[in-house]
C-alpha cells in the first residue's frame, strides 16, 4: 500500500515521511482480513532453483557461503536441490545440513518414496514435494492422471510426517491445472496434516489477478500453510508474489537476483523492495537489509553475470534522480520521489545534475556543496549556461564542477 | 489469461498449442466488459521518460535513428522531452516532426502556456500536459492548490485543442493524491473535451490492485481515453500496466528496457511480453516483434548499459531450459514450459544439457543432434557419467560432447 500525504512531518532520518504504511485514499487501503503482506515468511532456492539458471554452477565452498549469509539475512528457510539429482548434490545438502544454520533447511525432490528417503537422510528440516498437475505435464513429461498424483501424494507426505519432519506438497504449472483436480489434491493432503500446499506459475505466466483469486479460493479449503512459487517470464513475479500475499499466502519462494530456470523467479531484493512498502516495521524487523547488495554481489560473481541496471535496490540507478523537476523536489523532501528510504538498505541517494534535464535547485545544491556562494539569480544564469553545454556533449560531474567554478570565479573579477 | 491444457492438439508452429487466449478454469477467465487487453496503444517514451535516465545523452541523430526504429516498430505515439527543456531539445522535436513518421508525435511539459505553445510551434501531433496533484508535491514541488491547478489546465487545454492539436492532461504522483481531488478535476477536464486523461505512479508504490481500483473508478468518471504511467521502483510496473487495461485503461507508457528516472517505468519488451500471453493476434499483428531485440540493442548502446540477463524475451536465458525434468518436457511439448513462443520475437530456445542437473531425454536429444546412435539404457548410463563430471567441475558444450562421442566410440569397440 503507498504511503500516506504527509501527515505527521519527518521522522528525521533521511528525510522520509512517518508512518509509511496507514492510508489516506481509498483505493489505497486494502485491509483483508486474510492479507500477509505483514506476516510472510521466505523460502529462498538460489540453492535450488537458482542452480537451474544457466548459467549457475555452484561447487560445495560457494553453497555453504550463500546459505551462510541468506541465514544471516534472515531468511526464515533456504531450499537446496534434491539429493536425487547427482551424488555431490547429495553431498553438499548434508553438508549443508549439518552447519547448523538458524534458517530451516529443505530439499525439493518429485513425488516418489526413493526421492523422500534420500531427503530424509540427509537430515533436512523439511522436504518439499513437487508434481506436475497441469494437463501439458501429465501428458508430455510424467504422464501420471489424477488418482494415481493423490494416491502417491499421500503416501509421500505420510512417510515424511512419520519422520516427524516438515513437509509441503505442490501442485507444477498450477495456473493450467484444472481447478476441480488441484483443490481435490489439495484438500486431501491437507487432510492427512501437510505443513504446508504450494501453488506454482511455472511457466510464469499468472496475473496479479489470477494469483489472488486462486489463493482466496485455496485459502477457504485448507488450513495449512500456503507457499507460492512465481515464475518471471512476462515480469508479473514480484506482484504475483504480493497479491498472493493479500490473498492469504504465507510463504514467498525467492532466489537472489531472481536467478533460476530462463528468467528466473521472484527475486528476493525485488520482494522486499515491494514489501517494505507497505510493511516497513515487518520488514525491517525480519532481515538484515543492509547485507543485501553484499549478498547479489556474491551471487552475482558465483555465476559470473551483472547485477541488472535497472535492479531494484542495488540497481546503480535505483535511487538517481535526473529531471530538474525531480531534483527540485527531492532536494526539499525525498519522499516526494522516492517510495523506500535508501538507508533502510545502507544505500544513498544521488542527484544526478550534470545534464540538459538539470534544474536550477539541482545546481544550487552542488554550488553548497562545493562550499561556494551565489545568488539564486546568479544560479539560474550558471544553471542556463550548463544546459547549453549539455546540449553540445555529455557532461562528467568534473565538467559541471569546473563550469560552476569558473563561473564562480567570473562572478569574483 | 493462461492458455489453457491442451485441446487442439499443435498447431504446427514451433511445436506452441493454440489457441493460446481462450480460457479452461474458472481463475483463468477475466472477461471483463471494460477489458482494453486487446485492445492498447503505445506511447513510447524511451526520448522522454528514457532521457532521464541516469546515463541518458541522445544526441540528435541517435533520437532521430531511436524514432525511426519504434514507428517501424509500430508503437502509436513517439513522446520527446520538453522543448522548454533545452534549445537542443527543442531543435530535436522539430527534427523528428519533420521526419514523417508514422507513430504520432508527443511532447511532454507542465501545465502552463509558454511550455504548450512552445510544443505547438514545434509541429508536434499531441501535447502530453502534466502536474503533480499530490500534497507532496503540492507542499515541496511546485506549490500549488487544486483550484489553480483546475484553472491552469482548463487554460492550456483549450489553447492546444484550439490549435486542432491532441491533448492528454495528467496528475503525477496520482496514487498518493486525493481520490476526490484527483477524480473532480478529472472530470473537469472531461468535459472540456480532453483526449486522454493520464495516471500516473510517479514514485512506483502502487500494486496492481490499487492500480485496477483507481483505473476501473476512473473509466467510470470520465468518458475520454485514460493513458497509465508507472515506474519500477518496487518491481510492479508490467503488472500494473496490465492491470490497468484489464480496468479499462487505453494507453500504456513505455520505454525500451524500460529506462528513465531512478530505475525506470514499463519496458516495452516486457510489456508485449506480458500482452502476448493473453492477446497473441493482437500484438503479433501491430508490432513487429521480430524487431524488438535490434532495437534493445541500440538504446543499450546508446545509453551504455548491458541487457540484464534476466530481460523478458531477450534476456540471454529466457528461453533457456535446464533442469532434467524441464529438458525432457520441453524437448515433447514447447508448451509444457514455456508460456511465449520464442519464434514469434524471432528468438531460439536452448536445451541446457551440460550440467548436473540433466536428464537422459536432454542428453538423448544431443546424442541425436550430433548424429549419433545408441539404445534408450547406453544414453542413460552416459547420463549419469555427465552428471558425475558435472560434479566435479563445470561443463561447456564442448566439454559435454567429447564425453558423448568418447562415450559412443567406446561402444563401437
Not at 510472510?40 to 554452477?57: D, H, P, V, W
Not at 543492509?290 to 535492479?311: S, Y
Not at 569546473?402 to 573579477?413: G, N, P
Amino acid at each position: 500500500m503507498c504511503p500516506p500525504p504527509t501527515q505527521n512531518g519527518t521522522n528525521g532520518t533521511n528525510g522520509h515521511a512517518k508512518p509509511r504504511a496507514a492510508a489516506a485514499a481509498p483505493y489505497q487501503t486494502v485491509q483483508d482480513f486474510l492479507s500477509n503482506t505483514n506476516n510472510f515468511k521466505i523460502i529462498e532456492s538460489t540453492l535450488r532453483e537458482g542452480e537451474q539458471f544457466a548459467n549457475a554452477y555452484f561447487d560445495t565452498a560457494t553453497k555453504i557461503k550463500i546459505a551462510t549469509a541468506l541465514s544471516d539475512f534472515g531468511v526464515e528457510y533456504i531450499e537446496l536441490t534434491s539429493p536425487a539429482a547427482s551424488p555431490q548434490s547429495m553431498e553438499d545438502l548434508k553438508a549443508i545440513c549439518g552447519l547448523g544454520l538458524k534458517a530451516k533447511i529443505l530439499t525439493h525432490v518429485r513425488c516418489n518414496m526413493e526421492d523422500a528417503r534420500l531427503a530424509i537422510e540427509c537430515g533436512v528440516d523439511g522436504v518439499d514435494v513437487v508434481i506436475g498437475t497441469s494437463s501439458f505435464l501429465r501428458e508430455h513429461s510424467h504422464g501420471k492422471d489424477m488418482a494415481y498424483i493423490q494416491k502417491s501424494a499421500i503416501e509421500v507426505i505420510n512417510y515424511i510426517k512419520s519422520k516427524g519432519i516438515e513437509v509441503r506438497f505442490s501442485s507444477e504449472d498450477s495456473f493450467r491445472s484444472d481447478l476441480v483436480d488441484l483443490l481435490s489434491l489439495y484438500k486431501a493432503v491437507d487432510a492427512i496434516g501437510v505443513n504446508r500446499v504450494g501453488v506454482a506459475d511455472t511457466v510464469g505466466c499468472a496475473t496479479p489477478r489470477q494469483v489472488f483469486d486462486l489463493v482466496r479460493t485455496l485459502r477457504g479449503v485448507v488450513s495449512c500453510d500456503i507457499e507460492t512459487h512465481f515464475h518471471n517470464d512476462t515480469g508479473c513475479a514480484i506482484a504475483n508474489a504480493h497479491a498472493a500475499l493479500e490473498a492469504g499466502a504465507t510463504h514467498i519462494d525467492t532466489s537472489v537476483l531472481g536467478i533460476g530456470e530462463r528468467n528466473g523467479i521472484t527475486p528476493l531484493g525485488g520482494l522486499l523492495a515491494r514489501m517494505i512498502v507497505g510493511s516497513h516495521d515487518y520488514v525491517t524487523s525480519r532481515y538484515k537489509l543492509a547485507k543485501l547488495k553484499e549478498i547479489e554481489d556474491m551471487v552475482a560473481e558465483a555465476v559470473e553475470i551483472n547485477v541488472p541496471f535497472n535492479n531494484p535496490i542495488t540497481g546503480f540507478c535505483a535511487f538517481t534522480h535526473k529531471a530538474g523537476i525531480h531534483a527540485k523536489a527531492i532536494l526539499n523532501e525525498p519522499s516526494t520521489y522516492e517510495i523506500i528510504n535508501p538507508a533502510d538498505f545502507g544505500m544513498s541517494r544521488y542527484i544526478h545534475f550534470a545534464s540538459r534535464l538539470t534544474g536550477w535547485n539541482a545546481i544550487k545544491s552542488r554550488v553548497e556543496q562545493l562550499g561556494l556562494t551565489m545568488t539564486d539569480d546568479q544560479v539560474k544564469t550558471l544553471t542556463s549556461k550548463i544546459k547549453q553545454m549539455a546540449d553540445i556533449r555529455p557532461l562528467a560531474i568534473d565538467d559541471t564542477d569546473s563550469i560552476i567554478r569558473s563561473f564562480h570565479l567570473d562572478l569574483q573579477a
